[in-house]
């Protein structure tokens, strides 16, 4: 590595040979250093499932239910045969809908089903008392991905161009004439233009404090006249319910001039596009390719997965936590659960050590911020728990009079129900978000829990042959990068026991909202080489970065092994990245992740250790002056 790379763009320096050699995989829209760990533990679980289904008979009753699903997606002869006869059951649902009226009927069946409807409901912990569970209530998703894409008039005319034209093609796979695709298209299309004014954008949703608005029944009850919303809301629940958490006050204000019978023909078209897109990955070979190429084309993926992959996808999608549990236990196991745990406090430690000597908080906000890391749950590896659906799958296979749709929709109507009976319940804290399979981590506010699957705690993020700065670097940041989110702009808004409340004294909450505003204005703008970063939309996993790369580096320091040069380098390391010119635009737009060469260099260029190690200079691409540089935790 030369001096003046390094200096100049670090993450360069550091990722150079490995960003001119790496291949993005036809059907990804990228690779990255999460990708390939993702890409390892794909081929484990693949072979894995060729070994199970060689020899079922000593898993799992759940595992066992995995593989008749698997044998089920996997047979393309059969999904071919049957073509887009399992789809009718769906079809016939919607086509049996006139009215308003009808679709107040049929409600409760489609949504226990997920079959899309224009609006609906889902129960979440309740932000004031994360103890109790509650239902909110919002739109559907739109076509294109944000808002702003509507904004733009070049932007729109070639994604809806393109969405026009992909969605064509299914539909003729469907079997709908000419005339009915063009007529299902344009109506589809006019619905989802009067959704646009109403759905927020990807950085209006990043302020997720913002989504809690609770409705009284009566209120409610006034602004849905064509559409009895309480009842339904009743329905699914099996109890009268006095309120709904609206996640978006524009859309419920709108919803009579939107939610008419006059638009219904709109909003049926609607329902038949969005779900022949959704339930295409059931069908065939031909239709399951045609459902993602909208989304390919988004994102730039050259190619749709293999029949191979695809059919291990669809059924590992379902049995996700089944399969990451056996992954974890057996892969990860307690020995290494114990260990990792041990180093998550470690960092929990150094963490309330920094809050301790904080200067910029009051003494009664830093005991509270203490109180808040002192009861932070850890979870390491896998679960103690899954959640209780999957007992109560049943898989039906072709022989047995049933079809891919028929099998979602009936483990639909399980999972909904379940979590329709979650309402007013206390929640179970120790059902996690993801499987263990998956090559992430997370905090969870309403709960304060942060969860690291066995997936992520692998080379380069964590290895015995690593040096421990290496792994400070890495997985230690990971973590400490987890447990900021516990006072990013979001989590500092949630107390120790996962309700909204706030525990800061007034000047520090004003102190704080300074910092974030710089944090904004550090990364607002910057060029990444596929266009600006926005500050705005990125806010909370910047902060959540630079605390856990300080809070890293300090644990580090405390190691007698412990290497500024290993450590800076492995934080660059594990953001290397390349994509497709589309994916890295698509990210710019929605992902509330920092661009990888700003999570990389941006952060690095933020810490005095990094800019006094390497003697960086004014005119050096990695220099930040003093005065700019922002430090929260
Ligand atoms: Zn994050």
């Not at 109790?132 to 076509?143: E, K, P, R, T, V």
């Amino acid at each position: 590595m030369e001096k003046e790379q390094i200096r100049e763009n670090f993450y360069e320096a550091v990722n150079g040979e490995w960003l001119k050699s790496a291949k993005i995989p036809g059907d990804q829209p990228a690779v990255s250093a999460f990708l390939e760990l993702h890409l390892g533990i794909e081929k484990t679980l693949m072979d894995l499932t060729s070994k199970w289904e060689n020899n079922p008979s000593d898993l799992n009753d759940n595992l066992k239910k995995y593989i008749k699903l698997y044998q089920m997606t996997k047979d393309f002869d059969k999904r071919d045969e049957l073509g887009t006869k399992p789809f009718e059951i769906i079809l016939n649902k919607i086509n049996q809908l006139n009215s308003l009226s009808d679709l107040e009927k049929a409600f409760k069946d489609l949504t226990l089903e997920s079959i899309d409807t224009p609006f609906g409901f889902n129960v979440m912990q309740d932000f004031m008392n994360s103890d109790n569970q509650i239902l909110y209530f919002g739109a559907s998703d739109l076509f294109l991905p944000d808002t702003s894409y509507y904004h733009d008039e070049s932007k729109k005319k070639q994604l809806i161009g393109l969405f026009t034209m992909t969605t064509t093609q299914l539909l003729k796979l469907y079997g709908f004439s000419e005339k009915e695709v063009d007529q299902l298209i344009s109506d589809a299309l006019a619905f989802d233009a009067l959704l646009v004014p109403v759905t927020k954008s990807s950085v209006e949703k990043a302020d997720y404090v913002k989504m809690y608005n609770p409705l009284s029944k009566d209120k409610v009850n006034e602004l849905t006249n064509n559409f009895n919303l309480m009842s339904q809301a009743e329905a699914l629940v099996n109890q009268s319910v006095d309120q709904l958490i609206i996640t978006n006050l524009d859309f419920i204000h709108a919803f009579d001039k939107i939610i008419t019978d006059d638009n219904f023909a709109l909003i049926k078209s609607w329902m038949i596009v969005s779900n022949a897109i959704k339930f295409a990955s059931d069908l065939t070979n031909d239709i399951r390719i045609a459902g993602g190429a909208f989304r390919r084309a988004l994102s730039g993926t050259k190619e749709a997965q293999s029949k191979e992959k695809y059919a291990f996808y669809q059924a590992y999608n379902r049995f996700g936590q089944v399969v990451g549990l056996h992954y974890g236990e057996t892969y990860f196991g307690p020995i290494a659960k114990e260990d990792v745990k041990i180093m998550v406090h470690e960092m929990i430690g150094v963490y309330q050590e920094r809050i301790s000597n904080n200067t910029w908080l009051k003494e009664d906000t830093k005991e509270k911020a203490i109180k808040k890391l002192s009861t932070l749950k850890v979870h390491v590896g896998y679960p103690d728990e899954l959640p209780p659906y999957f007992d109560k799958f049943e898989i039906k296979s072709y022989d047995e009079g049933s079809n891919l749709i028929q099998e979602r929709l009936s483990m639909n109507k399980i999972i909904n129900t379940h979590e329709f009976n979650k309402y007013n319940q206390k929640p179970n804290r120790n059902i996690w978000g993801m499987p263990a399979s998956m090559v992430n981590a997370y905090y969870s506010p309403t709960n304060n829990q942060i969860v690291f699957p066995a997936a992520i705690l692998q080379e380069p993020y964590y290895s015995l042959e690593q040096t421990p700065s290496e792994n400070y670097g890495g997985i230690g940041a990971v973590m400490a990068h987890e447990i900021s989110h516990a006072f990013d702009n979001n989590g500092a808004k949630f107390d120790e026991t996962g309700s909204l409340n706030n525990w800061w004294t007034k000047a520090d909450l004003d102190a704080f909202d300074n910092k974030a505003k710089d944090m904004i204005a550090l990364f607002d703008g910057v060029e990444t080489g596929f266009g600006e970063c926005n500050g705005e939309l990125t806010v909370s996993e910047n902060i959540a970065d630079s605390g856990g790369l300080r809070c890293a580096l300090e644990a580090s320091k405390k190691n007698k092994s412990h290497n500024l040069e290993e450590f800076f380098k492995n934080w660059a390391r594990v953001w290397r990245m390349k994509a497709s010119e589309e994916y890295s635009q698509l990210l710019l737009k929605v992902d509330v992740h920092g661009p990888s060469i700003l999570r990389a260099n941006m952060q690095l260029s933020n810490l005095e250790e990094f800019q006094d190690y390497y003697h960086i200079k004014k005119n050096d691409g990695m220099y930040l002056p003093k005065e700019k540089m922002v430090s929260i935790w």
